[in-house]
């Protein structure tokens, strides 16, 4: 038998690791060499070195985006104070789109889609019991270090059929991602939980690594989402989906038909959908069909007020009239709309600023239930990480944690003609409007849901407010 522990290192709110489930369920499928043991430990639920001083793995594998990078080092080097010889793999996006920061700690890393890699991986060290680099060079999309150099293998082609990932098995996380809780992004009581339809994104923003990671778009059948859908609303009783596609209003022909097969199985009077459109995709036919699914809630990222900024973290293909027209329309249509802006933005004037600011205002009147404001942060495969590379300010190895989207005291991507304090002044006065916005949701929610508000503050008080300001939140 080989036992393997996943380890999924983002803390807080309740995004159970999709990622790794799917690296699991497919691993559980396929792997057909010898019995094969596979456990995920949540930080979120777990004593991460207290799971692994029990149970006797094989390999552990992290999974790390770039601002959990630094903890995957300090983990794996306790971890090797434990079991030495422990070979530890690091996956997911940071390693992939960075792979010259692999760190010596680990044994090797994963780079892009990690199902068949590490099916690749488990095979060799079922016929070695070991994984020696000789072999290890062999496997496509691994990096590693060999006297002292970093060697990157060949690269693995993209998983064509999505469908060959099989309904994640969600047995294999915590039961507590299935609770009854306050969802406030919702406004109700209920059970949520996210599904991926499809990987990738064709625009390609200049924060945003996704192209880089996932390449081109590919799309799981209608038939797999029926599936996984009726899996989350039959055995865990889920009553609100999170579609977590990058885009998921790209093709609108599989969005219809989508909708007919939900109309056919009844999935769209048993649950309900939130997802993320583009705002210059959304026209009337696309509201009727989100509505067609039971898409309640539509997310937008709106990013700037300022055409000038607008245009530049998205490329050319948004326009900020654009966005103001599907809040509009979106509003229209009964959707409950939210979004997201950015500040500091490289060459972004004050002035800009000011006009996210009225932007905000904007959205406040025109009936948006709920926005976030971020400061722009640089990640490692997108353009705004060369720009602030090269003003010396990021590295291929450096701390990863001050890369945060709440950094109002260190913005890395500020226009170098702008104080910090005044960066901080207009962004916390941006911030003022957006909770506006948070206490108009709080005394919905409130209204919305008295008795069960009652009930449940009475039951566990701490709990339940712990749970509104630390995980879901207004």
């Known amino acids: 038998m080989i036992k393997l522990g996943l380890v999924y290192l983002h803390k807080g709110g309740m995004a159970p690791p999709l990622g790794l489930m799917s690296i699991a369920t497919y691993l559980?499928?396929?792997?057909k060499d010898t019995k094969l043991k596979i456990k995920i430990i949540d930080i979120n639920f777990d004593d991460i070195l207290g799971e692994i001083k029990r149970n006797n793995f094989d390999i552990v594998g992290l999974g790390a985006m770039t601002i959990e990078y630094k903890k995957a080092i300090l983990l794996s080097q306790e971890i090797k104070k434990i079991r030495p010889r422990l070979p530890v793999i690091i996956g997911g996006v940071h390693i992939s789109t960075l792979p010259h920061s692999f760190h010596l700690i680990f044994d090797f890393g994963v780079i892009g889609e990690g199902e068949k890699t590490l099916l690749d991986v488990l095979k060799l060290y079922n016929q070695e019991k070991s994984l020696p680099i000789k072999k290890l060079r062999k496997i496509k999309g691994l990096v590693f270090r060999e006297e002292n150099k970093i060697i990157i293998t060949k690269e693995r082609l993209l998983i064509e059929d999505l469908d060959d990932l099989p309904?994640?098995?969600r047995s294999l996380i915590n039961k507590k991602y299935f609770d009854f809780y306050p969802l406030t992004t919702w406004g109700e009581f209920g059970r949520e939980f996210p599904i991926l339809t499809s990987r990738g994104c064709?625009?390609?923003?200049?924060?945003?690594?996704?192209?880089?990671?996932?390449?081109?778009?590919?799309?799981?059948?209608i038939d797999h989402v029926v599936d996984d859908v009726k899996d989350l609303i039959e055995n865990y009783g889920v009553t609100y989906i999170q579609i977590w596609?990058?885009?998921?209003?790209?093709?609108?022909?599989?969005?219809?038909?989508?909708?007919?097969?939900?109309?056919e199985e009844g999935?769209?009077?048993?649950?309900?959908?939130?997802?993320?459109?583009?705002?210059?995709?959304?026209?009337?036919?696309?509201?009727q069909i989100l509505k067609a699914l039971n898409v309640r809630i539509v997310m937008f990222g709106f990013?700037?007020?300022?055409?000038k900024t607008l245009n530049f973290l998205k490329a050319g293909t948004v326009k900020v009239s654009q966005n103001k027209k599907a809040i509009k329309l979106c509003v229209k249509n009964g959707f409950k709309v939210q979004g997201s802006v950015i500040f500091g933005v490289p060459g972004e004037t004050v002035k800009e600023m000011k006009k996210t600011i009225d932007f905000l205002k904007f959205a406040l009147k025109s009936g948006v239930e709920r926005l976030w404001s971020f400061v722009l942060t640089p990640?490692?495969?997108?353009?705004i990480w060369e720009?602030?590379?090269?003003?010396?300010?990021?590295?291929?190895?450096?701390?990863?944690?001050?890369?945060?989207?709440?950094?109002?005291?260190?913005?890395?991507?500020?226009?170098?003609?702008?104080?910090?304090?005044?960066?901080?002044?207009?962004f916390l006065k941006g911030r003022a409007i957006i909770n506006r916005f948070k206490w108009r949701k709080v005394f919905s929610f409130l209204k919305n849901n008295p008795f069960l508000t009652i009930y449940y503050f009475f039951k566990k008080p701490y709990a339940y407010f712990s749970y509104l300001i630390t995980k879901r939140g207004f």
């Open 245 to 263: 596609d990058d885009l998921f209003t790209i093709n609108k022909q599989r969005l219809r038909e989508m909708a007919l097969r939900f109309k």
């Open 28 to 31: 559980r499928k396929n792997f």
């Open 379 to 383: 990640f490692p495969a997108t353009i």
């Open 303 to 307: 990013e700037s007020g300022s055409e």
């Open 387 to 426: 720009i602030v590379k090269k003003r010396g300010k990021v590295a291929d190895n450096m701390d990863w944690e001050i890369l945060s989207h709440q950094g109002i005291d260190n913005p890395l991507c500020l226009d170098e003609n702008i104080s910090k304090e005044e960066f901080k002044r207009i």
């Open 167 to 169: 309904v994640v098995d």
């Open 267 to 287: 999935i769209n009077k048993k649950v309900k959908f939130n997802c993320q459109p583009r705002a210059n995709l959304i026209d009337e036919e696309m509201c």
């Open 202 to 221: 064709p625009y390609q923003c200049i924060f945003c690594s996704t192209k880089k990671f996932w390449k081109r778009v590919r799309y799981h059948s």
